[in-house]
């Protein structure tokens, strides 16, 4: 009961807080709302037993990544959009593109066989660790190994391009 | 614990349709910043599918994986933000529509 | 959700509440008359016994005073900015541990508010958040200054975030947990800072630079940026402002007195007693350091978080994962 409480609020949260990403004028505002979206996921996460991606969303997703923007945002005084959305036909086309995305993920989501619709055994028992920093170590570090040491070699790559890309060029 | 929780659908459908918002603001939104929250929240449904996948099947793979789209989504901001600050600098305005000098 | 968990919950939660803000009041004090006698001068006297009623007269008067609102400035996020200060550093305060656990009509209650398995991600997760309450304040105020102290506070407090996070990791992977109440009970036996002496100095200096305060306050001091983020604040968002300074404070000394000195373990007083004394040493150590050293300029700030203390800190985190792996 509890749990069907939480993940309303939570996706009733989200959902708002997205569409007002979306239609928001004012661009400090749309990442506010950004923060919103990520924290009710958070909240998601934990309501699925993922507790160390919970905390990591949180941790780098809502405290740096958006910091980021919301710094961005305001070092280059992107006040306010004069036309919010793209003028004409551009935009209807827009919006049936995304209707016609909505309609074909929730075929997939609803469908019984072949997608993982109704016809699903009862989720197996969970062990005790699930989720947790010592279980997402234990793999990452030897099944995942190889991803891992890729990944910290791209974020390498990022930063040395960050500080390329951002630097004056002194003529 | 597992009859009391919301079934599985209900996540999917939830990724989905933030999915689906993320979709038509990068297509009917101007301002570049916009676009690239709207693509961070695509990548955010997506990651909300995995985590519930993740559960419902009891492995752990899921959450590496929405682990590994995080750190890739930090380096992806990084860059976009440096050329989306590279090209303000040059023609003060974040319209994309304004950024066409390879149109034919 | 039986009674007896909400109605502890609730007393919990009330107590902290209260504790905190009586200890605001009681640090603001201190840290007057011990920054007066420091400078050879005697700090507050005239309202009740030694000046200790000064900070509820100067609560009194920001309550009193107008709430002026920018004209141009941005409303919601002018009344939110605070706001989100002071939720995030009640927040964190509901993890801190502050004794063991007793026995009361047959149910064991620990003494604190919720025992979190990932308590400490929890808090570094807090704090992460509380950097919006000071990117904010400055963006929504409208005007230059506050724009840079915000701006400068904001990356100043990311870049310490990490440093410091990395500090606490030998300690995890000493007891093995992430949760706080289990870190303190580990400690019952040896404080761990003898082991982890550097780490201890890192998280120092890595919390001092956290919470703003000086030799770290560059974005809020006086003669530097007006006032910097909080220029444009009056009244009760500035107080809240000054309480949500405040109680970073009690939470990061309580995040190290946790880590690093013990916990709650002391010879003959009980537990709380002894966190309360450890806690009153620390904010007196805050204190201290503003009356001792001049403040860093914005570059030496930050070339010292990100070339000093975040390699020295993997350094740490390196040499004491070899350390535990050799001895077993």
């Known amino acids: 009961m509890l749990e069907t409480v939480l993940f309303s609020f939570f996706a009733l949260t989200s959902v708002v807080c997205a569409l007002g990403v979306v239609f928001h004028r004012n661009p400090v505002h749309c990442a506010l709302l950004l923060v919103g979206v990520l924290l009710s996921l958070s909240g998601l996460f934990i309501l699925l037993n993922a507790q160390f991606i919970a905390a990591l969303q949180v941790i780098v997703y809502a405290g740096a990544i958006m910091v980021l923007f919301l710094f961005v945002l305001m070092l280059l005084n992107f006040r306010q959009d004069p036309d919010v959305l793209t003028p004409g036909a551009a935009k209807g086309f827009g919006f049936l593109f995304g209707l016609l995305v909505m309609v074909e993920l929730l075929w997939t989501a609803l469908s019984p066989n072949g997608g993982e619709g109704g016809g699903l055994p009862a989720a197996p028992p969970l062990p005790a660790d699930f989720g947790s920093p010592a279980a997402i170590g234990k793999i990452l570090y030897t099944t995942w190994l190889f991803p891992f040491e890729i990944t910290s070699i791209l974020l390498l790559v990022a930063v040395v391009g960050a500080v390329v890309l951002a630097k004056r060029k002194f003529a | 614990m597992n009859a009391m929780m919301p079934p599985l659908v209900a996540y999917q459908i939830l990724a989905g349709i933030l999915f689906t918002i993320g979709v038509v603001g990068v297509l009917v939104r101007r301002s570049a910043l916009i676009i690239f929250m709207s693509i961070e929240l695509m990548l955010n449904a997506v990651n909300l599918s995995f985590v519930a996948f993740s559960r419902q099947h009891g492995s752990m793979d899921g959450h590496i994986f929405v682990f590994f789209v995080m750190a890739v989504a930090a380096a992806e901001v990084a860059i976009g933000l440096a050329i989306l600050v590279a090209i303000f600098r040059k023609k003060e305005t974040a319209n994309v529509d304004d950024v066409h000098l390879l149109k034919g | ?328």
């Open chain 3, 1 to 328: 959700m039986d009674l007896a968990l909400i109605i502890e919950a609730t007393v919990k939660v009330l107590v902290v509440l209260g504790f905190t803000c009586v200890s605001v009041i009681l640090i603001v004090w201190m840290e007057r008359k011990v920054l007066g006698h420091m400078q050879d001068r005697i700090g507050p006297e005239r309202v009740g016994p030694f000046g200790i009623l000064q900070t509820v007269a100067d609560g009194i008067k920001l309550f009193m005073k107008e709430d002026l609102v920018p004209s141009q400035a941005d409303k919601v996020l002018y009344f939110l900015a605070p706001a989100l200060s002071i939720i995030t550093a009640l927040v964190a305060m509901t993890v801190i541990p502050w004794g063991d656990s007793f026995e009361f009509f047959g149910r064991t209650i620990m003494l604190h508010i919720t025992d979190v398995n990932v308590a400490v991600l929890f808090l570094l997760g807090t704090t992460s958040m509380g950097v919006y309450g000071i990117v904010l304040g400055g963006w929504s105020s409208n005007s230059k200054y506050p724009l840079l102290g915000g701006l400068r506070s904001s990356a100043q407090m990311i870049s310490y975030e990490l440093a410091q996070g990395i500090s606490i990791v030998p300690i995890i992977m000493m007891t093995g947990s992430l949760s706080l109440a289990e870190i303190g009970r580990a400690q019952a036996n040896m404080w761990f800072i003898v082991p982890q002496f550097f780490a201890f100095l890192i998280y120092i200096i890595c919390a001092v630079a956290e919470t703003n305060r000086a030799p770290f306050d560059l974005a809020e001091a006086e003669s530097e940026l007006v006032a910097g983020f909080h220029t444009e604040f009056s009244s009760m968002k500035f107080a809240l402002y000054f309480l949500s300074e405040y109680a970073n404070m009690m939470v990061v000394s309580g995040v190290a007195i946790t880590c690093f000195l013990g916990a709650w373990h002391g010879p003959v007083l009980p537990g709380p007693v002894w966190f309360l004394i450890k806690l009153g040493f620390f904010l007196f150590c805050y204190i201290w350091l503003r009356a001792t050293f001049p403040r860093l300029r914005y570059d030496q700030l930050m070339s010292l978080g990100w070339k000093v203390l975040l390699p020295a800190s993997l350094l740490n985190m390196a040499v004491t994962a070899v350390v535990l792996v050799l001895k077993g």
